[in-house]
């Protein structure tokens, strides 16, 4: 009776087990009280499995394992108890490589995160640069503009200047030849 007792007990045990299976890991405590569930579901199967092969060794019947109750229903069925131990325990290594993956995949996102945090605070640093080339670029050429902007105006200036001085030389060589013919011409009358 007071195996079938903690047999219920952990019957519930395993029921809570199963809903916490069932909806992921929340804490370590859940592992701990399986890994526990699962370590007495071992040492019982194994304790109730060495009575009986002694019991049937003796000649007497597995049922007086139990106290002095001869009603089958009683009775544990090992090989069901050694299923369900075996069945938590695929399903915790299952849940372990899950918890696993789930782990990696969480750490390839951090890295990925973290990649595209430095490429885009590189991605700013190139956008200041752009912006601060394109006002230097700004600043050049509107220096080039006003540099053209002199250098056609004192070409204007220039072909002005010269267009005075070949006037003025033009003036110059005139009177120089007005000079000359009014000079011949005083020869002229003073040798007359």
Not at 67 to 84: A, C, E
Request: charged share 30%; aromatic share 4%; hydrophobic share 35%.
């Amino acid at each position: 009776a007071c195996w079938m007792e903690w047999g219920a007990g952990a019957r519930a045990q395993a029921r809570q087990a199963q809903r916490s299976w069932n909806q992921g890991w929340a804490s370590s405590e859940q592992k701990d009280e399986l890994d526990l569930l699962l370590q007495s579901f071992s040492e019982s199967a194994a304790s109730v499995a060495a009575q009986q092969q002694a019991q049937r060794a003796r000649g007497g019947s597995i049922f007086g394992l139990w106290g002095n109750s001869k009603d089958p229903s009683h009775d544990v069925d090992i090989g069901k108890l050694q299923r369900t131990v075996e069945l938590l325990q695929r399903r915790m290594l299952a849940a372990e490589r899950a918890r696993d993956t789930a782990a990696e995949q969480l750490c390839r996102a951090f890295q990925h995160a973290d990649a595209l945090q430095a490429s885009m605070s590189s991605t700013e640093q190139l956008r200041q640069q752009l912006a601060d080339m394109e006002r230097r670029c700004d600043v050049a050429l509107e220096i080039i503009g006003e540099r053209n902007e002199r250098v056609e105006q004192i070409e204007e200036d220039l072909k002005d200047c010269r267009a005075i001085f070949h006037e003025q030389l033009e003036e110059c060589v005139r009177q120089l030849g007005d000079a000359r013919a009014e000079l011949d011409r005083l020869k002229q009358q003073q040798q007359n």
